[in-house]
């Protein structure tokens, strides 16, 4: 417990407006690794990734306990702070997202994202109400458990297409007043929204970076405290997978696998 508490706190101050904690994220036990041995100060999981390498399509679909399965074996695999990617809580009600995040908490993760979309097909966000009583309720879980959790809110206004700058900081504030410790806001990377999300959210900010968001150096400067590549890792390997198929089942050769990580290597890795 005590070990997990450091990790809690060392990863709580990671989040610093102007020298963002970079979290690629990974899906497994071993990308946990690379990304580890890479240089990283704490590793996230991606929901979508996690999703895809357990048969399910992102959005709430994989089971709880598939889902805390990998984050127990990912926060095993690495020393560094863990936080957890629990998509919107995995539980229809508050109690049920709380239940998440205890079990969460007992794998190892130091932290949770948590998401405000929906997609029971009752509209592209939760209500500000209901989402309030769902980060409360992760707020309490995990004060009961001892461990103070950074609570990730994630704000899907720009991502969803519904609300610019004012709704998504009206949104933030709600989170932030119902217990969450920083906030997600996918969707844009563009400069002038995220320096005014930067400037206008009390809390550390964090965004989702890839092919062709600025780098991380400019994000920094605009204010941002954190930033996630979220599935993209995934996707890129995903992407080697349908290029090597179709090169080998069509043409025969083997060139799409050019530039793979050693065989010993890898296996190295996952013994050390």
Same mark, same amino acid.
């Given at each position: 417990?005590?070990?997990?508490?450091?990790?809690?706190?060392?990863? !709580?101050?990671?989040?610093?407006?102007?020298?963002?904690? &970079?979290? /690629?994220?990974?899906?497994?036990?071993?990308?946990?690794? =690379? @990304?580890?041995? %890479?240089?990283?100060?704490?590793?996230?999981?991606?929901?979508?990734? /996690?999703?895809?390498?357990?048969?399910?399509?992102?959005?709430?679909?994989?089971?709880?306990?598939?889902?805390?399965?990998? =984050?127990?074996?990912?926060?095993?695999?690495?020393?560094?702070?863990?936080?957890?990617? &629990?998509?919107?809580?995995?539980?229809?009600?508050? *109690?049920?997202? *709380?239940?998440?995040?205890? *079990?969460?908490?007992?794998?190892?993760?130091?932290? /949770?994202?948590?998401?405000?979309?929906?997609?029971?097909?009752?509209? $592209?966000? !939760?209500?500000?109400?209901?989402?309030?009583?769902?980060?409360?309720?992760? !707020?309490? *879980? %995990?004060?009961?458990?001892? &461990?103070?959790?950074?609570?990730?809110?994630? @704000?899907?206004?720009?991502?969803?297409?519904?609300?610019?700058?004012?709704?998504?900081?009206? !949104?933030?504030?709600?989170?932030?007043?119902?217990?969450?410790?920083? &906030?997600?806001? $996918?969707?844009? /990377?563009?400069?002038?929204? @995220?320096?005014?999300?930067?400037?206008? =959210?009390?809390?550390?900010?964090?965004?989702?970076?890839?092919?062709?968001?600025? $780098?991380?150096?400019?994000?920094?400067?605009?204010?941002?405290?954190?930033?996630?590549?979220?599935?993209?890792?995934?996707?890129?390997?995903? %992407?080697?997978?349908? #290029?090597?198929?179709?090169?080998?089942?069509?043409?025969?050769?083997?060139?799409?696998?050019?530039?793979?990580?050693?065989?010993?290597?890898?296996?190295?890795?996952? #013994?050390?």
């Amino acid at each position: 417990m005590d070990d997990q508490q450091t990790r809690a706190r060392q990863f !709580r101050a990671l989040h610093l407006p102007g020298e963002p904690l &970079i979290l /690629v994220n990974a899906w497994d036990a071993l990308s946990a690794r =690379i @990304v580890a041995a %890479a240089g990283a100060r704490a590793v996230a999981t991606t929901s979508a990734g /996690v999703a895809w390498s357990r048969g399910a399509p992102d959005g709430d679909a994989l089971a709880r306990d598939t889902a805390v399965d990998v =984050i127990r074996r990912v926060a095993d695999a690495v020393r560094v702070p863990v936080t957890a990617d &629990i998509e919107s809580g995995y539980g229809d009600s508050p *109690a049920e997202v *709380a239940e998440t995040v205890t *079990a969460v908490l007992a794998a190892g993760a130091v932290g /949770v994202n948590v998401e405000d979309s929906r997609h029971d097909g009752g509209g $592209p966000l !939760r209500p500000v109400d209901e989402q309030v009583a769902r980060l409360a309720a992760i !707020r309490a *879980a %995990a004060d009961r458990a001892g &461990i103070p959790l950074y609570v990730n809110a994630r @704000v899907d206004t720009c991502l969803r297409r519904a609300g610019g700058v004012p709704e998504t900081v009206a !949104r933030a504030e709600a989170y932030l007043a119902a217990g969450a410790d920083g &906030i997600f806001v $996918p969707g844009t /990377v563009e400069p002038e929204t @995220v320096a005014a999300l930067a400037a206008a =959210i009390p809390a550390p900010l964090n965004v989702l970076a890839g092919p062709g968001a600025p $780098p991380v150096a400019e994000l920094a400067r605009l204010g941002v405290a954190r930033v996630s590549i979220g599935p993209a890792v995934a996707e890129a390997a995903y %992407a080697v997978a349908q #290029r090597a198929a179709a090169e080998v089942l069509g043409a025969g050769t083997y060139d799409a696998l050019a530039g793979g990580l050693d065989f010993d290597a890898l296996n190295e890795l996952m #013994r050390s």
